[in-house]
């Protein structure tokens, strides 16, 4: 029997699904895939991580005496042509998005695939309420995990050691021209192995609870991208942080089963990708200005300027930024969710559907476990909580260092500076408030 290992978003040679179950002779291959990569913008930031990340995998399974066939092409004329190369099964991490699930449904048909939960520690079908159904709310989901999120470890997969790489040219090495991309400067923490960055991180988690929402501080893990694209699993982040005695990491733990309950919601009520969670329906604002400038982080608000500028030129954005910047585009502007997360999905460098889905109903109050929807973040508020000295905004926006910090904190105060020129807000942060919390009363009456 000669096996695929195919890699997707676990790209990795330690606690591997399809390393550890794999057998006798192997092929294993990555696909940068044609249906995926043309909807993307050539300088898209996150190419280049996975290409870099791509090659370094090709390395690490050399090193262990495999290799890394590469692919170029749409998944469906791959593995008709492995197929015809007498191949007998394929094996892969499993993912829930509506475009992942359509893909191996088509895979399928040519070859058989064993599936496993590889990027996240529990498996959604199971950890079910009494009476059999999900759970719709974190933190009854949470408690009933006590018996793993307080355990000291999760067993992680263990290679098997005896794999034989199969005869195959593995020397095709399409270049990022190639594949249509020029190549972005990536910022310094993306290139560190996803164990440097939980060193690095150690050294800070106990101040984590409290720095977390300071968004000008460096006070979180940079772990999401690693993550995200399986250069390093969560049950190794677990069981790092639960290695340490002395070190409180709890408050860290519970965010990362944040990510396993918004994969589980994914899983279990999938229309949750395109639909409110709830069903209950809105009209939305279909103001392409206001959304454009939302984009552009020229709304006339400094810092969700500031963020979403951010987010435009380097692929991040702060979560506490996200949740602001998501509370003004739905609650302030009354535009769409779905409008946001997929901007999201088109410049994160760290976007996975089921975390930024399950984010973004949060801040609509149209998901799981949803913000109430008279709960309206003021982004004016939070730039003063959060950073009343303006280091954020004066880091992004360098030509404000001399104003007044605390004109950042008050509506249109940097717009009554003559000295600089800025814009007026775009929406009454106040009026639009009362708007929004008036439509969904109406909304959740109508739907009653």
Same mark, same amino acid.
């Given at each position: 029997?000669?096996?695929?290992?195919?890699?997707?978003?676990?790209?990795?040679?330690?606690?591997?699904?399809?390393?550890?179950?794999?057998?006798?002779?192997?092929?294993?291959?990555?696909?940068?895939?044609?249906?995926?990569?043309?909807?993307?913008?050539?300088?898209?930031?996150?190419?280049?991580?996975?290409?870099?990340?791509? /090659?370094?995998?090709? #390395?690490?399974?050399?090193?262990?005496?495999?290799?890394?066939?590469?692919?170029?092409?749409? $998944?469906?004329?791959?593995?008709?042509?492995?197929?015809?190369?007498?191949?007998?099964?394929?094996?892969?991490?499993?993912?829930?998005?509506?475009?992942?699930?359509?893909?191996?449904?088509?895979?399928?048909?040519?070859?058989? *695939?064993?599936?496993?939960?590889?990027?996240?520690?529990?498996?959604?079908?199971?950890?079910?309420?009494?009476?059999?159904?999900?759970?719709?709310?974190?933190? $009854?989901?949470?408690?009933?995990?006590?018996?793993?999120?307080?355990?000291?470890?999760?067993?992680?997969?263990?290679?098997?050691?005896?794999?034989?790489?199969?005869?195959?040219?593995?020397?095709?090495?399409?270049?990022?021209?190639?594949?249509?991309?020029?190549?972005?400067?990536?910022?310094?923490? /993306?290139?560190?192995?996803?164990?440097?960055?939980?060193?690095?991180?150690?050294?800070?988690?106990?101040?984590?609870?409290?720095?977390?929402?300071?968004?000008?501080?460096?006070?979180?893990?940079?772990?999401?991208?690693?993550?995200?694209?399986?250069?390093?699993?969560?049950?190794?982040?677990?069981?790092?942080?639960?290695?340490?005695?002395?070190?409180?990491?709890?408050?860290?733990?519970?965010?990362?089963?944040?990510?396993?309950?918004?994969?589980?919601?994914?899983?279990?009520?999938?229309?949750?990708?395109?639909? #409110?969670?709830?069903?209950?329906?809105?009209?939305?604002?279909?103001?392409?200005?206001?959304?454009?400038?939302?984009?552009?982080?020229?709304?006339?608000?400094?810092?969700?300027?500031?963020? *979403?500028?951010?987010?435009?030129?380097?692929?991040?954005?702060?979560?506490?930024?996200?949740?602001?910047?998501?509370?003004?585009?739905?609650?302030?502007?009354?535009?769409?969710?779905?409008?946001?997360?997929?901007?999201?999905?088109?410049?994160?460098? @760290?976007?996975?559907?089921?975390?930024?889905?399950?984010?973004?109903?949060?801040?609509?109050?149209?998901?799981? @476990?949803?913000? $109430?929807?008279?709960?309206?973040?003021?982004?004016?508020?939070?730039?003063?909580?959060?950073?009343?000295?303006?280091?954020?905004?004066?880091?992004?926006?360098?030509?404000?260092?001399?104003? @007044?910090?605390?004109?950042?904190?008050?509506?249109?105060?940097?717009?009554?500076?003559?000295?600089?020129?800025?814009?007026?807000?775009?929406?009454?942060?106040? /009026?639009?408030?009362?708007?929004?919390?008036?439509?969904?009363?109406?909304?959740? #009456?109508?739907?009653?």
């Amino acid at each position: 029997m000669s096996q695929i290992l195919w890699f997707r978003r676990d790209l990795r040679i330690t606690d591997s699904a399809i390393l550890s179950n794999a057998k006798h002779k192997v092929l294993p291959i990555f696909i940068f895939d044609k249906n995926i990569l043309k909807a993307l913008p050539k300088d898209d930031k996150r190419v280049t991580f996975i290409y870099k990340s791509v /090659l370094d995998l090709k #390395n690490r399974l050399k090193s262990i005496g495999l290799d890394l066939a590469i692919f170029y092409d749409e $998944p469906i004329n791959v593995f008709k042509n492995l197929k015809e190369r007498g191949f007998d099964e394929v094996l892969c991490s499993i993912d829930f998005d509506n475009y992942a699930k359509k893909r191996d449904k088509e895979i399928e048909k040519i070859l058989p *695939m064993k599936r496993f939960i590889d990027s996240f520690i529990l498996n959604p079908l199971e950890h079910l309420k009494s009476d059999n159904t999900p759970y719709k709310v974190f933190t $009854p989901f949470y408690k009933s995990l006590n018996i793993i999120s307080k355990s000291k470890s999760i067993e992680t997969f263990k290679r098997n050691e005896n794999l034989e790489k199969v005869d195959f040219d593995y020397d095709f090495i399409p270049s990022l021209k190639e594949l249509g991309f020029e190549e972005q400067r990536q910022e310094s923490f /993306l290139q560190k192995d996803g164990i440097i960055l939980l060193d690095e991180f150690i050294e800070k988690i106990e101040n984590y609870k409290e720095d977390r929402d300071f968004f000008y501080k460096d006070a979180s893990s940079k772990l999401s991208v690693h993550l995200r694209f399986g250069l390093i699993s969560a049950k190794e982040v677990f069981n790092y942080l639960k290695s340490f005695d002395n070190i409180d990491c709890e408050f860290f733990i519970r965010e990362l089963f944040w990510r396993e309950f918004y994969n589980y919601i994914l899983f279990h009520f999938p229309k949750s990708e395109i639909e #409110n969670f709830n069903n209950i329906e809105i009209e939305w604002n279909d103001n392409e200005e206001d959304f454009q400038k939302w984009c552009d982080g020229k709304t006339g608000i400094p810092i969700i300027d500031a963020a *979403m500028k951010n987010l435009n030129e380097t692929g991040m954005m702060h979560n506490r930024l996200r949740m602001v910047v998501a509370s003004f585009l739905t609650k302030n502007l009354f535009i769409d969710w779905k409008k946001g997360e997929k901007y999201f999905a088109l410049k994160l460098l @760290d976007y996975e559907a089921s975390s930024n889905i399950g984010s973004w109903q949060w801040s609509a109050s149209t998901g799981a @476990d949803a913000s $109430p929807y008279f709960r309206v973040f003021n982004p004016y508020i939070q730039s003063k909580k959060f950073d009343k000295e303006g280091i954020f905004i004066k880091t992004v926006f360098p030509e404000l260092k001399h104003i @007044d910090s605390k004109l950042f904190h008050t509506e249109n105060g940097v717009s009554s500076n003559l000295f600089v020129e800025y814009p007026k807000s775009i929406v009454d942060i106040s /009026l639009s408030r009362k708007q929004a919390i008036e439509k969904f009363k109406r909304a959740r #009456n109508e739907n009653l």
